[in-house]
């Protein structure tokens, strides 16, 4: 009897040092994942707008080009003629890349796209989706205005100098139909064009801010497309397109309000004065 009531004693302070032990592991335990979710949370809305690929942006030079069908190309459209001479007399600076899916989740919270991943392009995004986006953007007042590029500015930093059609090598340089397996992919996996943009060719087809109209055969300065319509305009081509149909004057036109899974677009930003 005594030796059991010894063993029963020896456990009992076994327990009562145990209990507080246990306390403490557990007190501590709880501290510790507390604290990892906190500083995890914390450190994400610090670093979110970092963490993407913040939209890069390439100086374009004012200068002059021929815009429409390219020389030597008999595969134009009607509305890629008359070939016309175009100014364009103020230096942009226009996105290296397409905007991406996060970059577009980070403004608008949001993403629209048929094929995620942070680093495609955002798409199914209408020209009135662009606008709202550009809108956000411009209300942070951070000494730029954002925009999206006109048409001639669009195919100037597209041509890069250049007047052939840029499909000597599609493959280099371009998703399109034959290469991309119906889906986009992460920007900028092709080459550049000689100024360093990259997908300016195929992937998504991209919004610009001009209603569609038919080329004119008069020199033009600046020039900004119709003052009204009812389509808007896409350049580019896309990852659905053939080869010779993401050549660099390709042009394609919906409605302001549709919502394409081979539409997206880059920025143009100007600085405040």
Not at 131 to 137: A, E, S
């Amino acid at each position: 009897m005594r030796k059991s009531h010894q063993s029963e004693f020896v456990g009992r302070q076994s327990m009562d040092r145990l209990i507080p032990l246990v306390l403490v592991l557990t007190l501590l335990w709880w501290s510790s994942n507390f604290l990892s979710l906190g500083i995890g949370a914390t450190s994400q809305s610090q670093t979110l707008p970092t963490a993407a690929k913040a939209v890069e942006y390439v100086r374009i030079q004012p200068g002059s080009f021929e815009m429409g069908c390219s020389v030597r190309d008999n595969g134009c459209s009607y509305n890629e003629l008359p070939v016309h001479a175009v100014k364009i007399t103020k230096g942009f600076e226009i996105g290296r890349y397409e905007v991406t899916q996060l970059q577009w989740k980070q403004v608008m919270g949001t993403n629209p796209s048929k094929f995620p991943g942070d680093s495609r392009p955002v798409e199914q995004v209408s020209w009135q989706d662009t606008q709202d986006f550009i809108r956000r953007l411009n209300m942070q007042n951070d000494g730029h205005h954002y925009r999206l590029p006109t048409e001639a500015e669009w195919e100037y930093a597209a041509r890069a100098g250049r007047n052939e059609a840029g499909i000597a090598n599609p493959d280099q340089v371009a998703w399109f139909g034959e290469n991309a397996g119906g889906e986009t992919h992460p920007v900028g996996e092709k080459q550049a064009n000689p100024w360093g943009l990259y997908d300016m060719q195929g992937n998504v087809q991209e919004w610009v801010q001009d209603w569609y109209g038919n080329f004119a055969n008069d020199p033009a300065t600046d020039p900004t497309g119709p003052a009204t319509g009812n389509r808007r305009v896409l350049r580019g081509g896309s990852m659905e397109f053939c080869p010779t149909c993401v050549r660099l004057s390709v042009r394609s036109y919906f409605m302001p309000d549709v919502r394409s899974l081979s539409s997206g677009f880059r920025l143009v930003r100007e600085d405040v004065r």
